[in-house]
């Protein structure tokens, strides 16, 4: 399947001293950027055919992957000053890099990039800045076997956030009755891994966003499942979480990188209408 990875974000809320100006999906995570993770996390399950709705800080993305540098994170042998690779990241991917606009919003980068996908096939979709050890696998599988026209990935609520239940008072200030972790909750949110069949596109008008627009209406007509993954999942939205993934690789406890382990069953997920 194809895989469309939205990549025009300015990531302003994670611009370190090491990645002012670049672009969010450019960001560092260990030695090389987050979209190069997310893109291993797709190759490993075989998906190697990617289409990037470029906006801002499109030139430097392109610029990485023409002069992409294996040396940086595969073995090799240097001979008589040649270079002899022992592993390759990206022999075997196809990558297409399509300028989609500098403030575009999500679903009309997808509408931008459709001739790029191949017609009727169902294809995935990420808004590359986040890392999940998810399987990738089931869901599809799953997509497949429900018949929906689309899958969103959903997860717990960041476990560092809190709710408050408050209890009004006549006058003065409110009482705080209970608090309860975020994560406690029977609340999900959108964990940014689609699975979509060209259906989508029936629904997505022109500026239009993928989840308000296409999902919501799929929604309504019983079309959209979402499928639950409480394993590892870290969005990279500042550059506090940006630096904790950046920690993890450091550290050798990186359980978004499937493919650095060998194959093991996941736990099964549950699809909910």
Known sequence: MKVVLFCGGYGMRMRGEDGAGLPKPMQLVGPRPLLWHVMRYYAHFGHTEFVLALGYGGNAIKDYF?????????????????????????????????????????????????????????????????????PLDTMVERFHTTGAAASMMVVP????????????????????????????????????????????????????????????????????IAQEHTGFWKPADTFKERAELDALWAGGQRPWAVWERPPAPFPALEAVR
């Open 157 to 224: 609520p960041p476990s560092s956030f809190h709710y408050v239940e408050p209890m009004p008072l006549d006058e003065g200030p409110i009482r705080v009755d209970r608090i309860h972790r975020a994560a406690d909750l029977p609340l999900r949110v959108n964990g940014g891994y689609f699975v979509l069949s060209p259906e989508v596109f029936d629904h997505l008008p022109e500026n239009g966003d993928l989840v308000e627009d296409a999902c919501s209406a799929l929604a309504a007509q019983g079309r959209l």
């Open 66 to 134: 023409v002069h992409y540098q294996e040396t940086a994170s595969n073995d090799f042998v240097l001979r008589g000053g040649r270079v002899e690779l022992l592993g390759s990241d990206i022999a075997d991917w196809t990558i297409t890099f399509v300028d989609t606009g500098l403030e575009t919003a999500i679903g009309e980068r997808l509408r931008r990039v459709c001739e790029h996908l191949s017609p009727g096939e169902p294809f995935l979709a990420n808004y590359a800045d986040v890392l999940t050890d998810a």
